[in-house]
T-cell receptor, first 115, second 116 residues
Framework: DTEVTQTPKHLVMGMTNKKSLKCEQHMGHRAMYWYKQKAKKPPELMFVYSYEKLSINESVPSRFSPECPNSSLLNLHLHALQPEDSALYLC??????????????FGEGSRLTVL | AQKVTQAQTEISVVEKEDVTLDCVYETRDTTYYLFWYKQPPSGELVFLIRRNSFDEQNEISGRYSWNFQKSTSSFNFTITASQVVDSAVYFCALSEMRGSQGNLIFGKGTKLSVKP
């Protein structure tokens, strides 16, 4: 089982809405990531959780709020977003042990449109 | 600074042609990993290969092959006898260790279009 599952696949929201993106993995990985990918651009790191604790925050605006309830789940809470936040949001996981080679396993992404 | 350069923004070939995607990297680390990912229109980033900095052996997997040359800091990817299903954006990536946490530095990607 090498799957990272993201829901929803598509999300349209207004600037005043509150919504959440969800990510789940069952590979026993203890590092989970959120990336943002704008059209025709490479993915950009947003957050990294390691052993359910936030270890990297790439100066992301507070309207994006990550949460890691347990080792298999990662959420991204969205509130008061701007149209320029429209993008593909990718979740990934990786091993978090001495054999960590930096290899990330990605989900299919959640395509977000902010109206 | 860590950096990955994919100079080819878009490539278009006709089915059955061979095509090479270029990747040049910069790093100060002595131990590092290089990756290729494929991103079809569906959006998922599909892992293709990982190569560590101590292994310069070229690798072949079916129609795919990779040429890693430390002397020129390059990690090029060749698709032999391309097929329409190979159409996708391909990203080359370099691992970085931030503390003990791995992360990926991506190149800007090369969009490959294979026409029938």
């Amino acid at each position: 089982d090498t799957e990272v599952t993201q829901t929803p696949k598509h999300l349209v929201m207004g600037m005043t809405n509150k919504k959440s993106l969800k990510c789940e993995q069952h590979m026993g990985h203890r590092a989970m990531y959120w990336y943002k990918q704008k059209a025709k651009k490479p993915p950009e790191l947003m957050f990294v959780y390691s052993y359910e604790k936030l270890s990297i925050n790439e100066s992301v605006p507070s309207r994006f709020s990550p949460e890691c309830p347990n080792s298999s789940l990662l959420n991204l809470h969205l509130h008061a977003l701007q149209p320029e936040d429209s993008a593909l949001y990718l979740c990934a996981s990786s091993r978090r042990d001495g054999s960590n080679t930096g290899e990330l396993f990605f989900g299919e992404g959640s395509r977000l449109t902010v109206l | 600074a860590q950096k990955v350069t994919q100079a080819q923004t878009e490539i278009s070939v006709v089915e059955k042609e061979d095509v090479t995607l270029d990747c040049v990297y910069e790093t100060r680390d002595t131990t590092y990993y290089l990756f290729w990912y494929k991103q079809p229109p569906s959006g998922e980033l599909v892992f293709l290969i990982r190569r560590n900095s101590f292994d310069e052996q070229n690798e072949i997997s079916g129609r795919y092959s990779w040429n890693f040359q430390k002397s020129t800091s390059s990690f090029n990817f060749t698709i032999t006898a391309s097929q329409v299903v190979d159409s996708a954006v391909y990203f080359c990536a370099l691992s970085e260790m931030r503390g003990s946490q791995g992360n990926l530095i991506f190149g800007k990607g090369t969009k490959l279009s294979v026409k029938p």
